[in-house]
């Protein structure tokens, strides 16, 4: 192929792909910016205007505490558990993913039940200082500004930790080696060579945790924080004006669009590779005295905020009113969920290894296209749920007629009203978890591996069964697990999507929540966890043994 050619294919056919990605995975936004545009006349746009600076200045407030705190606490995890030697490191290695499994909406309410008047810290409290009432002893608020603050980063810093974690794993042992001749200590080698290299990791991670707080609903109206979702939520909801909702919705995806964009043109020109040899981990320093008994309360600290205080909660409540009635409502619902879960993060992962192996192909404009394609995970899941649901019902219209006119036959809603839209949501919405995953594998992998097996024989489905999938493994397990967590908490868009008869976990909290029955809720509510503590412990204990 001549260079002439080459710069045809990538210019021109390379960009069909991933156009046609952008439009199947853009309808929804595409139908927002429709509506958006429309209400401009209608006096929507007077009502966002109004609201947008307010709910702005919150979420972007709430967005960079929480990024920094997940960052820290992340990484410094992750860079513990693969560099150092410590009590119950093993342990810790997997376990501080776990608190995935944990709704931010689930963590509100838990978070909030035991630090209440009632709950067992302040009942504790008054039995020590023999106080009777709250005016008798102060005692911090945790539905606060500060609260939401702790309670999110606490089921958050996961995103960073995984990134993290399978970037240290992959990064060559040689270089912390020459630092650490060189005479630097562990803390400046970390600070100077550790923490530039491990940036696309950290950031990936970030972006994500920031990106979820954008799309947070429950918690952030539990903790009394205009946050965009929450007006965007009461515009749609309590206003009835898709207009107004879209046009806010709108101003998030250009939001985090802008974020994005300004985050990968830094990195674009940086350097990040250093290969190893994926069969040797890191070399482990034993840590002495105080030191491991820091890092092993930094962990656990860590495990505890994310996932002892809100499961033990749960625990508590399930069995403290276990009727016959609630576990049958719980079951009846786990199996429609677990099903979803599982071919969702299927379906998320494999488009998310497609866009990705495109992307690592094809020239700028393609990938800028691909880019575009992931900002589903940006909107809220109530408006992308009603963004969905308009054109996928006036499809099942048009269908129904053409089948009437053809044959005298109406099949009813077989898009808008059946478990196919629901799959739809669930990869647009988690396109961005699986790609960013995937992305920065391959980067961080290079093409050596690749033109190797090339050059030893292999080719098309053998390459990528031999050499392309198992040294990109880790990050397809890492990209699942997320993908699989995420749709079992996955309330708004399932709410409003799932076929009729169909109650998944979250819709069954949400239902009982919401009438004030948060006892009745805590069973399925703690299946919610227990069903996504599985994918997570096995991917990352199977991930071990077949690290890139």
Same mark, same amino acid.
Request: proline share 4%; aromatic share 6%.
């Given at each position: 192929m001549t260079a002439r050619e080459t710069a045809k294919s990538t210019n021109g056919g390379g960009l069909t792909l991933?156009?046609?990605?952008?439009a199947v995975m853009g309808l929804p936004i595409g139908w927002l910016l429709w509506s958006a545009a429309a209400a401009l006349g209608s006096g929507?746009?007077?009502?966002?205007?109004?609201?947008?600076?307010?709910?702005?200045r919150d979420t972007i407030q709430?967005?960079?505490? +929480?990024?920094?705190?997940?960052?820290?606490?992340?990484?410094?995890?992750?860079?513990?558990?693969?560099?150092?030697?410590?009590?119950?490191?093993?342990?810790?290695?997997?376990?501080?993913?776990?608190?995935?499994a944990v709704p931010t909406y689930l963590a509100a309410y838990t978070y909030v039940e035991f630090l209440d008047f009632t709950g067992p810290l302040q009942t504790a409290l008054r039995a020590v200082n023999g106080a009777t009432s709250v005016k008798d002893y102060w005692f911090p608020d945790i539905r606060s500004d500060w609260g939401a603050v702790i309670v999110l980063s606490s089921v958050l810093y996961p995103y960073v930790y995984v990134a993290c974690r399978a970037f240290f794993l992959m990064q060559s042992a040689s270089l912390n080696i020459a630092a650490r001749t060189l005479g630097a200590g562990g803390m400046r080698t970390f600070f100077a060579v550790t923490l530039p290299l491990s940036r696309p990791a950290l950031v990936v991670g970030v972006t994500l945790a920031m990106m979820e707080v954008v799309n947070d609903l429950g918690a952030v109206q539990y903790f009394g924080i205009n946050a965009i979702t929450a007006i965007i939520y009461s515009t749609w909801i309590n206003?009835?004006?898709?207009?107004?909702?879209?046009?806010?919705? +709108?101003?998030?995806?250009?939001?985090?669009?802008?974020?994005?964009?300004?985050?990968?043109?830094?990195?674009?020109?940086r350097v990040y590779l250093a290969h190893r040899d994926s069969r040797v981990p890191p070399a482990r320093e034993a840590l002495l005295g105080g030191q491991r008994w820091a890092a092993f309360g930094f962990c656990l600290a860590l495990l505890a905020l994310g996932f002892g205080i809100p499961v033990g909660q749960l625990t508590y409540s399930a069995f403290r009113v276990l009727l016959p009635e609630t576990i049958a409502m719980t079951v009846a619902a786990l199996v429609p969920t677990l099903t979803l879960a599982g071919l969702g993060a299927l379906i998320t992962v494999l488009v998310g290894l497609a866009a990705a192996k495109l992307a690592h192909r094809s020239g700028a404009g393609a990938r800028s296209a691909i880019r575009l394609a992931t900002l589903g995970y940006a909107i809220p899941g109530t408006v992308l749920a009603l963004g969905l649901l308009q054109p996928l019902?006036?499809?099942?219209?048009w269908f129904n007629r053409m089948t009437m006119a053809l044959w005298d036959w109406r099949p009813g809603l077989i898009l808008s009203g059946s478990m196919a839209a629901l799959l739809y949501v669930y990869a647009i919405r988690f396109l961005a978890v699986s790609h960013s995953t995937i992305d920065a594998a391959m980067k961080k992998r290079g093409d050596s591996m690749l033109h190797a097996g090339r050059v030893l024989g292999a080719r098309g489905v053998g390459l990528l069964l031999r050499v392309d999938l198992p040294t990109l493994m880790p990050a397809l397990l890492s990209a699942a697990t997320l993908v699989f967590v995420e749709i079992i908490k996955e309330l708004p868009a399932t709410l409003l999507l799932r076929p009729l008869g169909i109650d998944t976990?979250?819709?069954?909290?949400?239902?009982?929540?919401?009438?004030?029955l948060f006892a009745q809720a805590a069973l399925p509510a703690l299946f919610i966890v227990l069903a996504g503590l599985i994918p997570v412990i096995l991917a990352t204990r199977l991930g071990d043994r077949r690290k890139v």
């Open positions: 991933p156009l046609l990605l952008v929507s746009n007077g009502l966002a205007a109004t609201m947008l600076p307010t709910a702005l709430l967005m960079v505490l +929480v990024g920094i705190v997940t960052g820290s606490a992340g990484m410094i995890a992750a860079w513990l558990v693969t560099h150092y030697e410590f009590p119950l490191r093993r342990m810790f290695d997997w376990a501080l993913v776990v608190p995935l206003r009835s004006d898709f207009g107004g909702a879209a046009q806010l919705a +709108v101003t998030v995806v250009l939001v985090i669009g802008l974020l994005i964009a300004a985050e990968q043109r830094a990195r674009r020109d019902g006036q499809a099942d219209l976990l979250a819709t069954v909290v949400y239902a009982r929540a919401n009438v004030g």
